[in-house]
Nanobody, 124 residues
Framework: QVQLVESGGGLVQAGGSLRLSCAAS????????MAWFRQAPGKEREFVAA????????YYADSVKGRFTISRDNAKNTMSLQMNSLEPEDTAVYYC?????????????????WGQGTQVTVSS
């Protein structure tokens, strides 16, 4: 089993920045492909960004390209999402996800492990 714990959410004004972190335990972190998803009230959970187990490959949703950066530290068993130029449309619960077998980076149904989520609220 893999346990994922997110942190770093909060309230920020439009144009501001936040950094989310995801701490993993229960399995070798370097064997997991990782991602961030988000879910706004009344909407489907959507892909935000993903990073391969080595960190060599990253993927981003078009809506966050150029503003968000995903990274990981395999020595510390952590993944991060640096979010800059935040917009009210970025308001959502952000979830950390992990997959240790076949990786489909943007497909939420292919991730086996999920964190509990952290709220990000961007005020206008």
């Amino acid at each position: 089993q893999v346990q994922l714990v997110e942190s770093g959410g909060g309230l920020v004004q439009a144009g501001g920045s936040l950094r989310l972190s995801c701490a993993a335990s229960g399995r070798a972190f370097s064997s997991l492909d990782m991602a961030w998803f988000r879910q706004a009230p009344g909407k489907e959970r959507e892909f935000v960004a993903a990073i391969s187990r080595s960190g060599s490959s990253t993927y981003y949703a078009d809506s966050v390209k150029g503003r968000f950066t995903i990274s990981r530290d395999n020595a510390k068993n952590t993944m991060s999402l640096q979010m800059n130029s935040l917009e009210p449309e970025d308001t959502a619960v952000y979830y950390c996800a992990a997959e240790g077998r076949n990786w489909y980076p943007t497909n939420r149904w292919k991730y086996d492990y999920w964190g509990q989520g952290t709220q990000v609220t961007v005020s206008s």
